[in-house]
């Protein structure tokens, strides 16, 4: 790829992994949309902070969502169907995934992705109580138990 006026982009994952793409998919990332109209070589664009795992799974959120929407082809979807297939796609994510994908989401600012994941994460974890939701993200309490008291005293609205 020598130009700017390719139709395909090849995005290099942090673990070496090449995946060559539509542009109009790759510019759904406004990282990769800034590095195509400032600094791209036309080559590849590397992510240094992308696994290939995570980062096949937001080409594939992208290519949905970009082929959902054109108006000229067979993959066109309702809204109604793309809600749908948004939801089978995170619902076929573990934990550990969709950390990846929210965090790949925020290093590539991939808006809709990132707004799909985390609302998924927050109706997961909104009945959980303060001790269900430490385990659930895997931090650990190291408040003293007077510590603690005080904080639910201070904060007492947020304990209800």
């Given at each position: 790829?020598?130009?700017?006026?390719?139709?395909?982009?090849?995005?290099?994952?942090?673990?070496?992994?090449?995946?060559?793409?539509?542009?109009e998919?790759?510019?759904?990332?406004?990282?990769?949309?800034?590095?195509?109209?400032?600094?791209?070589?036309?080559?590849?664009?590397?992510?240094?902070?992308?696994?290939?795992?995570?980062?096949?799974?937001?080409?594939?959120?992208?290519?949905?969502?970009?082929?959902?929407?054109?108006?000229?082809n067979?993959?066109?979807?309702?809204?109604?169907?793309?809600?749908?297939?948004?939801?089978?796609?995170?619902?076929?994510m573990?934990?550990?995934?969709?950390?990846?994908?929210?965090?790949?989401?925020?290093?590539?600012?991939?808006?809709?992705?990132?707004?799909?994941?985390?609302?998924?994460?927050?109706?997961?974890?909104?009945?959980?109580?303060?001790?269900?939701?430490?385990?659930?993200?895997?931090?650990?309490?190291?408040?003293?138990?007077?510590?603690?008291?005080?904080?639910?005293?201070?904060?007492?609205?947020?304990?209800?």
């Amino acid at each position: 790829m020598s130009d700017n006026n390719n139709t395909t982009v090849t995005l290099r994952s942090s673990d070496g992994e090449e995946f060559e793409v539509p542009k109009e998919v790759a510019l759904m990332s406004v990282t990769i949309r800034n590095i195509i109209e400032d600094a791209w070589d036309g080559i590849n664009i590397p992510l240094y902070n992308v696994e290939s795992g995570v980062l096949a799974k937001v080409i594939e959120y992208c290519k949905r969502h970009s082929l959902a929407t054109t108006t000229n082809n067979n993959e066109a979807m309702t809204e109604e169907e793309l809600e749908a297939w948004d939801k089978d796609f995170v619902m076929n994510m573990d934990n550990h995934e969709l950390f990846e994908v929210i965090m790949a989401t925020n290093y590539m600012v991939v808006q809709g992705l990132m707004d799909l994941t985390c609302r998924w994460v927050a109706d997961m974890v909104k009945d959980l109580s303060i001790e269900e939701v430490r385990v659930f993200f895997g931090v650990e309490n190291d408040f003293t138990e007077e510590e603690e008291a005080e904080i639910r005293r201070q904060n007492e609205w947020a304990f209800k």
